[in-house]
């Protein structure tokens, strides 16, 4: 991904932008080095939100901005919560979920405390759903 991204940058004379692969918690990313920071699906990875979210923190300009964009509790997830709904019912039993402080797709439990301790307080939350339909072929 970050070769294509590079090349893509280099093909459209993209000058400004930096492709890395690091570790977000422990990675020197500068002092308020960035306007904005965002996350697809890699929040609710990190092993240690704390430092992690520090470490973002530390590296946005005053003002800065921390977008990202997570799965909803299981509950509020049709995409996960049907599919094991069916799995339980042909199974017996519901796919092992992981612990409230371990790393996984459902992350916003995890994430308001974790970024309050990390310095974050007073950050505001959103959250979008949207219904999609999806239609076969016709």
Known sequence: MLARARERAARLHVGNAEFVHADVQVHDLGEASFDAAYSRFGVMFFADPVAAFGNIRRALRPGGLLSFTCWQSVF?????????????????????????????????????????????????????????RLRGDR
């Not at 069916?86 to 916003?108: H, K, R, S, Y």
């Open 76 to 132: 509020e997830d049709e995409w996960m919560l049907i599919p094991g709904a069916a799995v339980a019912e042909v199974t017996g039993a519901l796919p092992p979920m992981p612990g409230p402080d371990e790393p996984g797709p459902f992350f916003p439990g995890r994430c308001r405390p974790c970024r309050r301790r990390a310095g974050r307080g007073g950050i505001r939350f959103d959250s979008h759903s949207a219904a999609r």
